[in-house]
């Protein structure tokens, strides 16, 4: 790795996203604020997922017993001792909020990747954005996104339950988690001599897409490889059907 070469940091989905989605010289959302935090709520599911701690069974969402290592505990508390299972979309209503989205931008600022700023209104504190600090982490992020949009071989599948990220804890890395999970249900599984994305990448532009952020960010996006590497990821439709409930209440609530 060269000086040039953006250095890679271990960020959960919803951190992830949430770097992505904020503009990096103002602090504010690229997307509007319901679908910011649709989207996180949303990506908190999918990091569970990724770690193995959550599924999709038949139409509920349900906890699998794993014990993984996450920031993500509370939420999956809750998942855990709810006494009758929800849906994916049920449960994006539910963690939706603007304390998670904020929970999350102060991970990162206290990590240096960005920066807490009140603006200040009549002598009060009216509002806290997060402009960008450390570009690095970003970077790296935009780096595997446009290759693995680049690269998007045409019969990739959505991302697994926690095979991928099982196989790479053990040491193999994202390659080995490829080629490790079960036949069938590979994330990203692609055409002979073509490297897979990780699975943690394809999980990202779905949510991304999800938000309507994939087109604002990579305008130049084939956009069939993007639907290709986003399709039947079950926590960007539970995000879409979010969005799409809360678009439909806006419209009826416009014409009372």
Known sequence: MNAETPQAVELSLPQAFLLLATDDKDGKPEVPVFALRTTVA???????????????QGKHVRATGATPGTELQHELELIRGKSRPHSARRWVS???????????????????????VGEKHLGRFRAVRYP?????????LLEKIRTALRAAPSDL?????????????????????????????????????TKAPEARTIALIALMQAAGLLGKLFPEADRVR??????DYWPSRAVEDELRMIRLAEEEAATL
């Open 42 to 56: 949303g990506a908190i599911l999918a990091e569970l997922d990724l770690v193995g701690a959550i599924e999709l």
């Open 132 to 140: 960008e600090k450390d570009h690095a982490p970003e970077a790296a």
């Open 94 to 116: 539910m963690l939706e909020g603007r304390a998670q989205t904020q929970r999350i931008y102060e991970q990162m600022a206290a990590a240096g990747i960005v920066e807490h």
């Open 226 to 231: 993007a639907s290709e590497l986003a399709k």
């Open 157 to 193: 599948q959505p991302p697994e339950t926690g095979a991928a990220e099982d196989a790479a804890a053990a040491g193999g890395g994202p390659e080995a988690a490829t080629q490790d999970a079960t036949p069938g249900s590979k994330p990203g599984t692609p055409k002979p001599g």
